[in-house]
């Protein structure tokens, strides 16, 4: 039984003993009690639907921001992806100071460090696929 019908149960239940005839200080706050709880009755009900409206909302943003944090996660992975291997560091021989590399400098081989001027050959430790055949 909800609390609308309780109420409801309560208000026939006063009416059936014919209390509202007699109008006795007593009967007066029996009404007015019911009245409130009615009116409460009526106000949790629609908090209730209120609640259970917001909870679903609730649910929708959760599965949005899911999705959301699974397509940023997989556009952080393709990025790290194609960054992989894009980018090398090492470190000058003479100065010590580190030294970002990429590809094509590395492929080339020579190096010249911004701190301190010194040229260097960049050893990969593999020979090119052209050298593997021979």
């Known amino acids: ?5 309780k109420a ?4 026939g239940l006063y009416d059936g003993l014919g209390l509202s005839d007699t109008g006795t ?4 706050l029996m009404n007015a009690m019911i ?3 009615e009116e409460m009755a009526g106000h949790i009900g629609e908090n209730e639907e209120s609640i259970t409206a917001m909870a679903d909302q609730v649910d ?12 940023l996660s997989d556009s952080l992975d393709e990025e790290d992806d194609e960054d992989e291997g894009t980018e090398f560091e090492v470190e000058c021989p003479k100065c010590q100071s580190p030294i970002i590399l990429d590809e094509e400098t590395l492929a080339g081989g020579q190096v010249v ?3 301190c001027g010194q040229k260097f050959s960049i050893d990969v430790g593999y020979e090119g696929e052209e ?4």
């Open 60 to 71: 929708d943003l959760n599965e949005a921001v899911d999705e959301l944090c699974d397509l």
């Open 131 to 134: 050298d593997d055949e021979g």
């Open 8 to 11: 409801a149960y309560l208000r």
């Open 1 to 5: 039984m909800t609390l609308s019908e």
């Open 113 to 115: 460090c911004q701190s």
């Open 35 to 37: 009245d409130v709880i």
């Open 25 to 28: 200080a007593e009967a007066r």
